[in-house]
Nanobody, 127 residues
Framework: QLQLVESGGGLVQPGGSLRLSCAAS????????IGWFRQAPGKEREGVSC????????HYADSVKGRFTISSDSAKNTVYLQMHSLKPEDTAVYYC????????????????????WGKGTLVTVSS
């Protein structure tokens, strides 16, 4: 069974950068479509960015376009979320999740349908 572990969260000042990692075990991660989601206190979970199993297609929420980049490294069985120009409103617990490989990238980012979830990593953007 696929297991996902997020890392890389922490405290960063506004305008700073962080790189989150989603490491997989139990199955090759590049079989799945992968998404990064976040949930801030008192808010619903939202899709941040998703990538197809082939890595050819990506989707970003409007709120992070131009600031965040999703990428995958099949050799390390890891998907990354590089975050730049962080804002206080980016503060949230960030989760990675996996969906079947035939999943449409935009659909899973917006509507869900993920089969496996990690436990999350906290990102706090504050001065």
């Amino acid at each position: 069974q696929l297991q996902l572990v997020e890392s890389g969260g922490g405290l960063v000042q506004p305008g700073g950068s962080l790189r989150l990692s989603c490491a997989a075990s139990g199955f090759p991660l590049d079989y799945y479509a992968i998404g990064w989601f976040r949930q801030a206190p008192g808010k619903e979970r939202e899709g941040v960015s998703c990538i197809s199993s082939s890595g050819d297609e990506t989707h970003y929420a409007d709120s992070v376009k131009g600031r965040f980049t999703i990428s995958s490294d099949s050799a390390k069985n890891t998907v990354y979320l590089q975050m730049h120009s962080l804002k206080p409103e980016d503060t949230a617990v960030y989760y990675c999740a996996a969906a079947p490989p035939w999943s449409a990238v935009q659909a899973i980012c917006v509507g869900g349908g993920m089969d496996y979830w990690g436990k999350g990593t906290l990102v706090t953007v504050s001065s």
